[in-house]
């Protein structure tokens, strides 16, 4: 089998899996659980495909997130638009942003550190903004109007949002797939490996990483446009906040960069963990909070290159996916 | 359209505040310049110093000024102990890693500050705090708190102390040599670990000095730190990574757009400004204002 074929068997099996869930039980907190646990794995693997593969650390995926989930709320609530039509157009939206912002970044030749500081000084500018103006309700948020019906996108139960979190996440896998087999996988992976290199063997680094920001911002715009949906409440807080951005490069670093499957347990893990301390400390807050920290740095102190990391430790047998 | 006396007054509370984020930033490019990381654990180790100051204050009753030699060893201590313990330990040499760990260590640090403090936002109350002296011409005089003029020396004095060190002594010497080259520093017999730990130590120190000054005027919740973080690293930035001159200079520019921002723009708006700087700077000149080009 070519790795190609593979990596969609594997995702193939993954969906099918998942999908079944809802359907087999009807439990509100398993559900939500699942859902929740989607939702963490779809903003690591967007983070995945400009932080693991492009090599280019963001600390405001936020930016792309709030982007996402105002424009999909700004096009119900201010234009009428069918929330089915707004979310593609919300991932539109934030790629625009992502093209924008990587852009200017990578035109003035921003690596690294300062890179990072640049997407998170955007992200804050966003928050600000959207805090003082009008249209995105400023500090009180905008509120989703509830109108339960499938063509509304508001599903009378989970089960429906858990289907359509899956199908996102397919989304970012097949991307994830396509940069892990196609020729601009291969140039997005030797800019990160090395830029100079690269350039001289004449892939165009500018455009490479400038496209991996779009890939990225699109995949993060639709977690956004999601959790409007779920939560049918957005402000700037939640929108551009900082946790949103570090949730989704935790995910993909504990999980593993640049892996297919290293950003989903990453995410699983942590959200798992998360879930755990919550429900056996819940009532002495901030200890559920130290222990995931704690864990966080352990992880790193004993994975270093993530949960995906382990994989050539198993024994050979297991190895069937290489 | 402004009478003069409140531009002057906007002056003088910019310059004042931009002292204290001056003091933050101190410590932030120490460890910026010489270790290269990004330290996300700043804030919160901020946040950790003002509850240092706070319960020094409130249990046995000892003036924030008075606290002073004993916060800046105790943060020194912490910092020295946290990267040669965990950060450098947990770290690998990666920088994606080291970004985790102070990560973790920010969240650690905020929720046990939360365990222990509940998140209520504390103030502590001095004789001073509330007290003010006119400064200025006859015609224009305007009043500064004292707490923040304190704050304003006291930023200037700890930046000549970095300076002198940095400059003067043998560890300062050590600090520039693994800052301009690791490898060959380490083979001239520097214990490259052990002057990391001493730019996280004196990077802590900072904070402990900064707490000290900043909490008779200010206050104290478990999230009071992150509201410092991009602003220190904005004047981190355009002071030029790693100059302690740049970082004062940066940070006192920072304290008066804001300031004027706020006067022009409204509260909220005028913190657009700090950043829109930030981001200028990132991108025309990210050797700072003040840095050599490299």
């Known amino acids: 089998m070519t ?5 969609m068997v594997s995702i193939g099996l993954f969906v099918w899996t998942v999908a079944f869930i809802p359907v087999l039980t009807q439990s509100g907190v398993t559900l939500n659980f699942v859902m929740m646990a989607l939702f963490a794995c779809l903003m690591a693997q ?3 495909v400009l932080g693991g593969f492009g090599g280019q650390f963001s600390f405001g995926h936020a930016l792309f997130f709030g982007t996402g989930a105002y424009f999909q709320a700004i096009a119900q609530i201010s234009w009428g638009w069918n929330p089915w039509v707004a979310l593609p157009a919300a991932m539109l939206a934030a790629a ?50 509830l109108n339960e019906s499938w063509t509304n996108m508001q599903f009378g139960s989970r089960a429906g949002f858990v289907w359509l979190i899956l199908g996102l996440v397919t989304l970012a896998l097949c991307v994830t797939a396509y940069l892990r087999n196609s020729r601009f996988g291969a140039y997005l992976q030797a800019v990160r490996d090395n830029e100079d290199a690269a350039r001289a063997i004449g892939v165009n680094p500018f455009y490479v990483k400038t496209w991996a920001t779009v890939l990225s911002g699109a995949l993060m715009g639709s977690a956004g446009a999601f959790y409007v949906q779920v939560f049918q409440y957005i402000d700037p807080g939640i929108g551009f906040g900082s946790h949103t951005s570090v949730e989704a490069l935790v995910g ?24 755990l301390t919550r429900n056996l400390f819940g009532q002495m807050p901030g200890i559920n909070m130290v222990i995931y920290g704690a864990v966080l740095v352990v992880i790193v102190m004993f994975l270093p290159r993530g949960i995906a990391g382990l994989y050539p430790h198993l024994p050979k047998s297991w190895r069937r996916y290489d | 359209m402004f009478d003069a006396s409140i531009l002057l007054s906007a002056l003088l509370n910019g310059l004042t505040t931009g002292a204290v984020y001056a003091l933050i930033a101190l410590g932030l490019t120490l460890i910026y310049g010489v270790l290269h990381i990004i330290n996300f654990a700043h804030g919160a180790s901020l946040m950790m110093a003002l509850y240092g100051v706070y319960a020094l204050k ?32 947990a770290s690998h040499g990666k920088d994606e890693n080291i970004l985790l760990v102070t990560l973790g260590l920010s969240i650690v640090m905020e929720n046990l500050a939360l365990l222990f403090f509940k998140s209520d936002t504390r103030t502590i109350d001095t004789p001073y705090t509330l007290s003010t ?50 490898q060959g520093a380490r083979l001239m017999g520097i ?27 200010y206050y104290v919740n478990p999230q009071v730190g992150n509201g410092f973080v991009l602003v220190a690293f904005t ?54 204002l003040f840095g050599a080009k490299t």
Not at chain 2, 79 to 88: A, D, F, H, K, S
Not at chain 2, 146 to 170: C, E, H, N, Y
Not at chain 2, 191 to 217: I, K, N, R, T, W
Request: glycine share 14%; net charge positive.
């Open chain 2, 235 to 288: 004047v981190v930035v355009l002071g030029g990574m790693g100059s302690f001159a740049g970082a004062l200079l940066g940070g006192l520019l920072i304290g008066v757009v804001e300031s004027f921002g706020g006067l022009f723009l409204g509260e909220s708006l005028g913190q657009v400004g700090i950043f829109v700087i930030f981001i200028a700077v990132l991108l025309l000149r990210p050797q700072g």
């Open chain 2, 191 to 217: 214990d490259v670990e052990h002057v990391y730990a001493m730019c996280f130590g004196l990077g802590l120190a900072c904070l402990g000095a900064a707490a000290c000054f900043l909490l008779p005027a």
């Open chain 1, 252 to 275: 993909a670093i504990v999980g593993g960069m640049g892996t297919l499957w290293g950003p989903v347990l990453g995410a699983l893990a942590l959200h798992v963990l998360a879930d």
């Open chain 1, 96 to 145: 625009l942003v992502g093209a924008w912002v990587g852009a200017l970044s990578f035109r003035y030749g921003l690596k690294g550190s300062y890179f990072a500081l640049v997407t998170l000084a955007f992200a804050e500018v966003f928050r600000i903004v959207s805090l003082s103006v009008p249209f995105t309700g400023a500090g009180v948020g905008l509120m989703l109007p």
């Open chain 2, 133 to 182: 002296v006119a400064i200025g011409p006859e015609m224009a005089q305007v009043m500064v708190s004292v707490p923040k003029l304190v704050a304003f020396a006291g930023a200037l004095v700890v930046s000549a102390l970095l300076i002198v060190l940095l400059q003067r002594t043998d560890l300062g010497r050590a600090i520039r040599a693994v800052a301009k080259e690791k």
């Open chain 1, 46 to 48: 967007a983070w995945n």
């Open chain 1, 3 to 7: 790795k190609l074929l593979k990596d």
């Open chain 2, 58 to 89: 409130e249990r046995w009753g000892i003036d924030p000024y008075v606290a002073l030699p004993i916060m800046v060893p105790a943060m020194f201590l912490l910092g020295y102990g946290m990267q040669r313990l965990i950060i450098n330990r």
